[in-house]
């Protein structure tokens, strides 16, 4: 499989009042072609602003201070306006959190994945063109539905309408922000369905940020797990859940409540995220119960343990 | 006891009874039957789990019961009096006895208040002198892991962790018997949910307390409850103890939660097909048994004849395949 995406050294940074907010800092992975790639971490570990400086989308104050995006090889960051339109929306297709607040209340469903196309390709036929892709992502007569409103819409089938638009310009990538969280588990479960449905008809790759790791051993092939703006670990599925590296990944995967099994006792990670973190040494330092004096000096440096598996942490440098 | 009577539970021990309970919105001219006819047992000591998808009614269920909301019908018994029932005084000692922790520590706490306020705030209402209030107030800080000085700041100045955990305190100060806990970690992060949940756990132990407690997520209720009832579109389908549901889920619904769910383990991937189909309207429940149209095993006798709540090894169930065979 060759690679799609490589984000090398990304740093998206927010300049606010109380100074420089390091939101996302020396970010560095690559997705291959038809593979479903987690970032995984918590609330403000910067999942989601790593997907939206992907999309050239991110809000005042922030700003891409660094880094490369390689998107088939080309820089994203480099690329003019008008030239990454072209890409946003049409190669790159993107899904967000709360299906029923990313579509349009005042226009039909049906009308949305039409501006959807006709943004980047003018054809006549394209009501077909919409109802056939409210039918490929599983919406139930899909033309009825084409001419109803959001409102009219239950929170599955908005999402399934937003995965429709997303792949309407049949996109090589797909970037889904937390596409079910605002959705129950039974929903969850076939709109996870559909996804990789999708990536098998259509060798779509798929980036997918969550905070699920339920979703991610379930969905996806590799991730990388975030913690306070940095990437402390990244491999495959199977060798992450199997043994995990990183004091934060472990304790991450301590703490969640399994559904298939009894645990005699979670451990919570005592302290909380640091939000303006110091210059050097390893963010996670204060929280971590391995921490050594080093870990609070010097910046870990990401190390090769092979299979591709990467940690940046001390312990293994 | 062993499991079987568990599930099935009427004995002397019972601390709360819900029977029969209806609570009906009125939505234009017709009805939204948000609880329908739901009958219940919770034991004195145990964790009590109700489960369910968004819309099922199991919030509006725990409201009934903490008093915000007047049922339509039916009757709450805690420790022998009708709640529905009670005014003056004693409504006002029953009310003490039972607590509330809400899903939102953003929402539920007052942001103009300072921290000791909102957690002496139920021993106010209840009459304890300020001084006396003020102290307990403190103590009970203490015990849910806050640190000395977090009395005089304000909401916005704690984290959510935090923050939930003044919910809690507010809760205990006036040493109830029961706490509800309405989705009490479902805003909060993982690494932040798993202190919450052993706090819980641990002030149990201690106090005694019976907890409901409800959720939508599978893993918190293996790890907190003993018992648990499955709800859908207002109606109970499943009650059994958490070792029957988890081992050997019997409604069909039940099932398909239990397959919905993502297990964190790369090797347990979810093999079979997710449940097809959207919740119904629940303007306009399907007849019979309400499931019956997301149902693989669904007959035509589902569709026409509502099934009932019926012991089936050692547990309650409510549906016309497993009742019959």
């Given at each position: 499989?060759?690679?799609l995406?490589?984000?090398k050294?990304?740093?998206t940074?927010?300049?606010?009042?109380?100074?420089?907010?390091?939101a996302?800092?020396?970010?560095?992975?690559d997705i291959?072609?038809g593979?479903?790639?987690?970032?995984?971490?918590?609330?403000?570990c910067?999942?989601?602003?790593?997907?939206?400086?992907?999309?050239?989308?991110?809000p005042?104050p922030?700003?891409?201070?660094?880094?490369e995006?390689?998107?088939?090889g080309v820089?994203?960051?480099?690329?003019p306006?008008e030239?990454?339109?072209?890409?946003?929306?049409?190669?790159?297709g993107?899904?967000?959190?709360d299906p029923?607040?990313s579509?349009?209340?005042?226009?039909?469903?049906?009308?949305?994945?039409?501006?959807?196309i006709l943004l980047?390709?003018m054809?006549?036929?394209?009501s077909k063109?919409?109802?056939?892709l409210l039918k490929?992502?599983?919406?139930?007569?899909?033309?009825?539905?084409?001419?109803?409103?959001?409102?009219q819409?239950?929170?599955?089938?908005?999402q399934?309408?937003?995965?429709?638009i997303?792949?309407?310009?049949s996109?090589?990538l797909?970037?889904?922000?937390?596409?079910?969280?605002?959705?129950?588990?039974?929903i969850?479960a076939?709109?996870?369905?559909?996804?990789?449905?999708?990536?098998?008809e259509?060798?779509?790759?798929?980036?997918l940020?969550?905070h699920d790791?339920?979703?991610?051993?379930?969905a996806?092939?590799?991730?990388a797990?975030?913690?306070?703006?940095?990437?402390?670990e990244?491999?495959?599925?199977?060798?992450?859940f199997s043994?995990?590296?990183h004091?934060?990944?472990?304790?991450l995967?301590?703490?969640?409540?399994?559904?298939?099994?009894d645990?005699?006792?979670?451990?919570?990670i005592p302290?909380?995220?640091p939000?303006?973190?110091p210059?050097?040494?390893c963010?996670f330092?204060?929280?971590?119960?391995?921490?050594?004096k080093?870990?609070?000096?010097?910046?870990p440096?990401?190390?090769?343990?092979?299979?591709g598996?990467?940690v940046?942490?001390?312990?293994y440098? | 006891m062993?499991t079987?009577?568990?599930?099935?539970?009427?004995?002397?021990?019972?601390?709360?009874?819900?029977?029969?309970l209806k609570?009906?919105f009125?939505e234009?001219?017709?009805?939204?039957?948000?609880?329908?006819?739901?009958?219940l047992?919770i034991k004195d000591?145990?964790?009590?789990?109700?489960?369910?998808e968004?819309?099922c009614?199991?919030?509006?269920?725990?409201?009934c019961?903490?008093?915000?909301?007047k049922?339509?019908?039916?009757?709450?018994?805690?420790?022998?009096q009708?709640?529905?029932?009670?005014k003056?005084?004693?409504?006002?000692?029953?009310?003490?006895?039972i607590?509330?922790?809400?899903?939102?520590?953003?929402?539920?706490?007052?942001?103009?208040?300072k921290?000791?306020?909102?957690v002496?705030?139920?021993?106010?209402i209840?009459g304890?002198?300020?001084?006396e209030r003020?102290?307990?107030?403190?103590?009970?800080?203490?015990?849910?892991?806050l640190?000395p000085?977090?009395?005089?700041r304000y909401?916005?100045?704690?984290?959510?962790?935090?923050?939930?955990r003044?919910?809690?305190?507010?809760?205990?100060s006036?040493?109830?018997?029961?706490?509800?806990?309405?989705?009490?970690t479902?805003?909060l992060d993982?690494s932040?949910?798993?202190?919450?949940?052993?706090?819980?756990?641990?002030?149990q132990?201690?106090?005694?307390?019976?907890?409901?407690?409800v959720?939508?997520d599978m893993?918190?209720?293996r790890?907190?409850?003993?018992?648990?009832?499955?709800m859908y579109l207002?109606?109970?389908v499943e009650v059994?103890?958490?070792?029957?549901?988890?081992n050997?889920?019997?409604?069909?619904?039940t099932?398909?939660?239990?397959?919905?769910?993502?297990?964190?383990?790369?090797?347990?991937?979810?093999?079979?097909p997710?449940l097809?189909?959207?919740?119904?309207?629940p303007?306009?429940p399907?007849s019979g048994?309400?499931?019956h149209?997301?149902c693989?095993y669904?007959?035509e006798?589902?569709?026409r004849?509502?099934?009932?709540?019926?012991?089936k090894?050692?547990?309650?169930?409510?549906c016309?395949?497993v009742?019959?065979?």
């Amino acid at each position: 499989m060759d690679t799609l995406l490589s984000v090398k050294n990304l740093k998206t940074y927010f300049r606010v009042k109380r100074g420089v907010l390091r939101a996302v800092d020396n970010v560095s992975f690559d997705i291959k072609r038809g593979e479903v790639f987690c970032l995984v971490g918590e609330s403000g570990c910067g999942k989601s602003i790593t997907a939206l400086s992907i999309m050239r989308l991110i809000p005042y104050p922030g700003e891409i201070v660094g880094g490369e995006i390689l998107f088939d090889g080309v820089d994203l960051l480099k690329l003019p306006e008008e030239e990454m339109e072209k890409i946003r929306g049409k190669r790159i297709g993107m899904i967000f959190q709360d299906p029923h607040t990313s579509l349009d209340p005042s226009y039909t469903v049906g009308w949305q994945v039409e501006e959807a196309i006709l943004l980047h390709k003018m054809i006549k036929e394209v009501s077909k063109l919409a109802v056939n892709l409210l039918k490929k992502v599983g919406i139930p007569a899909a033309e009825k539905r084409y001419r109803e409103y959001p409102h009219q819409l239950s929170g599955g089938l908005k999402q399934r309408a937003m995965i429709g638009i997303a792949i309407s310009n049949s996109p090589e990538l797909l970037i889904a922000d937390e596409p079910t969280t605002a959705l129950d588990v039974t929903i969850q479960a076939q709109i996870v369905d559909l996804m990789l449905k999708l990536r098998e008809e259509n060798g779509i790759s798929i980036l997918l940020i969550t905070h699920d790791m339920g979703l991610v051993a379930e969905a996806c092939d590799r991730l990388a797990v975030m913690y306070a703006g940095k990437i402390v670990e990244k491999g495959s599925v199977e060798e992450i859940f199997s043994e995990p590296l990183h004091p934060y990944t472990k304790a991450l995967l301590r703490c969640v409540p399994r559904p298939d099994k009894d645990v005699e006792k979670l451990v919570a990670i005592p302290g909380t995220v640091p939000e303006f973190p110091p210059a050097s040494g390893c963010r996670f330092a204060d929280r971590c119960p391995m921490a050594r004096k080093e870990c609070f000096e010097i910046t870990p440096e990401e190390v090769n343990m092979g299979n591709g598996h990467r940690v940046a942490c001390h312990l293994y440098g | 006891m062993d499991t079987e009577s568990r599930a099935t539970y009427t004995g002397n021990g019972s601390l709360l009874r819900i029977e029969n309970l209806k609570m009906y919105f009125k939505e234009g001219k017709k009805y939204l039957k948000a609880v329908d006819g739901v009958t219940l047992e919770i034991k004195d000591g145990e964790s009590f789990c109700l489960v369910g998808e968004s819309g099922c009614g199991k919030s509006t269920l725990l409201k009934c019961v903490a008093g915000i909301l007047k049922p339509t019908s039916g009757k709450i018994i805690f420790q022998g009096q009708d709640l529905t029932k009670l005014k003056g005084r004693k409504l006002l000692e029953a009310r003490r006895k039972i607590q509330l922790i809400f899903q939102n520590p953003y929402a539920s706490l007052d942001p103009r208040m300072k921290i000791i306020d909102i957690v002496a705030e139920p021993l106010r209402i209840q009459g304890v002198p300020k001084e006396e209030r003020r102290k307990i107030a403190v103590e009970t800080l203490r015990e849910v892991g806050l640190p000395p000085g977090v009395e005089n700041r304000y909401p916005h100045q704690l984290s959510g962790g935090m923050r939930q955990r003044v919910a809690i305190a507010r809760a205990l100060s006036v040493k109830p018997k029961l706490v509800l806990a309405d989705e009490p970690t479902s805003a909060l992060d993982v690494s932040v949910q798993a202190g919450i949940l052993n706090l819980m756990k641990r002030l149990q132990g201690e106090h005694g307390l019976t907890y409901l407690f409800v959720t939508h997520d599978m893993g918190v209720v293996r790890y907190i409850c003993e018992r648990v009832a499955v709800m859908y579109l207002g109606k109970i389908v499943e009650v059994a103890s958490k070792k029957q549901l988890f081992n050997s889920p019997l409604h069909p619904y039940t099932q398909a939660l239990l397959n919905s769910v993502p297990i964190p383990d790369p090797s347990k991937r979810r093999r079979r097909p997710p449940l097809k189909g959207e919740l119904p309207d629940p303007l306009n429940p399907p007849s019979g048994c309400r499931f019956h149209t997301r149902c693989p095993y669904a007959t035509e006798k589902c569709k026409r004849e509502e099934p009932p709540l019926l012991p089936k090894n050692g547990r309650l169930v409510a549906c016309h395949m497993v009742n019959q065979g």
